[in-house]
């Protein structure tokens, strides 16, 4: 059983945590080679802020095999990354020049303990010091004895994380991952709202317009846009489920409804359109409620675990035999140069080039989601899919 003592030392302040932290500064200079397995990168998302961690940990033990990396939670109970993983908010990590969304389990004590033994015999520093930290870290005098470290292992929890499934192979192989959390995505979109229509808008439409037509949309149906952004999809549309038909809108960001709510009255379609801010992973709407669903640069937004759920969510609110088309950046089998750089740029500045490309027919396909068409054309010089499928 795990102790929680109250005498455990409370996590470090000022320069000591500044000089813990260094690691993750060298990391962010794309040197994390030079650690190896010896460190790695937790990066995960606050419990009540939704802010976006990097937290430096020393690895106690490195299995090549399955890539499976155990750390310890420092300071015990008191440790905040330990919270923020136990609720499903651990992002990433970086480790040896690589970068993976992890899985994780806790360390049962019996191998918790043999990983201590192994780790104060093989971590290159003497014992004595290795004694001396986790007394410091335990909150009291660690003689490396038996019943020692058996009390260390109830005591720190140690953690092993390795990559998630998705990361070994197939389709998804490769495929950039998204580092900012949704918190971070909704303010930038706050931000850029106003002017969003001047630097995007105009690349955008025709994709986007010949991904709707591909849809057909019929007077008197039911649809759902996710991610409707400035509100040009929304006058199209309501216009083209007209007379009896209406339109349901959904975006994460307050900014963009705003901007919508304007075009739609002025377009006169304000009485068959309906606006809601809120996250594609929980839509407020109740299952089998429209005929159609439009999703145009915004599935490739989420995360990689994340766009299987998003999906599942668009067949939830879909009647049986309703129609959804999604257009998106499309990730091919053997990436061009132009593709790869891209990709570069959003591993460099991904709170910029925020989308990524996506395997868009593999992902509708695992979906459960029956493809009628597929349309391939490019934005950018970059590859784009517009996807139509049906649910069964």
Known sequence: MTTRPSGQPAPPGGVIRRLLALPA???????????????????????????????????????????????????????????????????????????????????????AVAVLERYERHSGLPAVVVRTVLGRLLGWPYDGTPAARRRAAEQLPLLAFRPAAEESSGPWQGVRRVRRTHAQAKASYNRLSRGYDLFEEPFERGVRRRAIAMLHPLAGERVLEVGFGTGHDLVSLARAVAPGGRVW??????????????????????????????????????????????????LELFDTPEVPLVLAECARVLRPGGRIGVTSLARRDRPALWTRLYERGH??????????????????????????????????????????????
């Not at 304007?262 to 407020?284: H, K, Q, S």
């Open 249 to 298: 809108g959904l975006d994460l960001s307050e900014g963009m409804r705003r901007v919508a709510e304007r075009r739609v009255r002025g377009a006169g379609v304000a009485d068959r359109v309906e606006l809601a801010t809120g996250d594609a992973l929980a839509m407020p709407y109740p299952d089998g409620a429209v005929d159609l669903v439009v999703m145009s640069f915004t």
């Open 25 to 111: 500064y060298l990391y962010r200079a794309h040197l994390g080679f030079l650690f190896g397995h010896r460190f790695l990168i937790l990066v995960h998302e606050g419990r009540r802020t939704h802010l976006r961690r990097e937290t430096p940990l020393e690895v106690m033990a490195y299995n090549p095999a399955n890539q499976e990396a155990i750390v310890a939670a420092g300071w015990g109970w008191k440790t905040g990354w330990l919270h923020n993983v136990e609720a499903g908010l651990a992002r990433e990590v970086w480790i040896a020049g690589t970068r993976y969304r992890p899985v994780w389990r806790r360390l049962e004590v019996d191998e």
């Open 347 to 392: 591993d460099l500045l991904p709170a910029l080039i925020d989308c990524r490309p996506i395997p868009l027919e593999t992902a509708l396909a695992e979906a459960g989601l029956q493809i009628t068409q597929v349309v391939q054309g490019t934005l950018w010089g970059l590859p784009v899919d517009a996807v139509v499928a049906d649910r069964p």
